[in-house]
């Protein structure tokens, strides 16, 4: 089992930055792949960045590309999700999740572990 613990959110101004951080437990390892997903009032849950525990290797939606940057501190067993140059479409819950294979997925069903989510809202 794995338990992933969401926080950072908040509410911002349009251009504006936060930092989202998962701190996970439980039986984690290096070849998990962390996510970061969110999902808007009235939408589905849609994939955001994900990153090899172990670091190395990441993977970022169109949309977001260039503006977030996921990280590791495997120290800590925390994951981050910077959010840099906030826009109001950015708002949403974002959720954190684990998926217990190497390979990155973009799909919700594709990972095992989710966190309870944190709310982000960015006002324009």
């Known amino acids: 089992q794995v338990q992933l613990v969401e926080s950072g959110g908040g509410l911002v101004r349009a251009g504006g930055s936060l930092r989202l951080s998962c701190a996970a437990s439980g039986r984690i390892f290096s070849s998990h792949v962390m996510g970061w997903f969110r999902q808007a009032p009235g939408k589905e849950r849609e994939f955001v960045a994900a990153?090899?525990?172990?670091?190395?290797?990441?993977y970022y939606a169109a949309s977001v590309k260039g503006r977030f940057t996921i990280s590791r501190d495997i120290t800590k067993d925390t994951i981050y999700l910077q959010m840099n140059s906030l826009k109001s479409e950015d708002t949403a819950v974002y959720y954190c999740?684990?998926?217990?294979?190497?390979?990155?997925?973009?799909?919700?069903?594709?990972?095992?572990?989710w966190g309870q989510g944190t709310q982000v809202t960015v006002s324009s």
């Open positions: 999740a684990a998926r217990g294979h190497p390979l990155i997925k973009t799909t919700p069903a594709d990972y095992d572990y």
């Open positions: 990153t090899k525990y172990d670091g190395g290797v990441t």
